[in-house]
Nanobody
Framework: QVQLVESGGGLVQAGGSLRLSCVAS????????MGWFRQAPGKEREFVAA????????SYTDSVKGRFTIFRDNAKNTVYLQMNSLKPEDTAVYYC????????????????WGQGTQVTVSS
């Protein structure tokens, strides 16, 4: 069992930045691919970004390319999502998720989920 705890969300003005963190409670963190997903009010949860166990980036959803960066620190059991040039449409609850080895974009492929952290971008 892997527990994931996100932090770093908050209220920010459009154009601002936030860095989300997700700490995993496992001794084999380096074996897991990590993903970030988000869910806006009234919408389905969607893929944002993912990183393989090796640190290779899988992909980003088009709407965040060039603005968001996912990276991991295996020594700290942590995956990050650096979010720059935030827009009101980025407002959502952000979740991190884990699965063994290879990252995918599909929610159903991930075995473990955090509780989420709220990001609100004001215009």
């Amino acid at each position: 069992q892997v527990q994931l705890v996100e932090s770093g969300g908050g209220l920010v003005q459009a154009g601002g930045s936030l860095r989300l963190s997700c700490v995993a409670s496992t001794r084999t963190f380096s074996s897991y691919a990590m993903g970030w997903f988000r869910q806006a009010p009234g919408k389905e949860r969607e893929f944002v970004a993912a990183v393989n166990w090796s640190g290779g980036i899988l992909s980003y959803t088009d709407s965040v390319k060039g603005r968001f960066t996912i990276f991991r620190d295996n020594a700290k059991n942590t995956v990050y999502l650096q979010m720059n040039s935030l827009k009101p449409e980025d407002t959502a609850v952000y979740y991190c998720a884990a699965r063994i080895l290879r990252a995918t974009v599909r929610l159903s492929d991930y075995d473990y989920w955090g509780q989420g952290t709220q990001v609100t971008v004001s215009s």
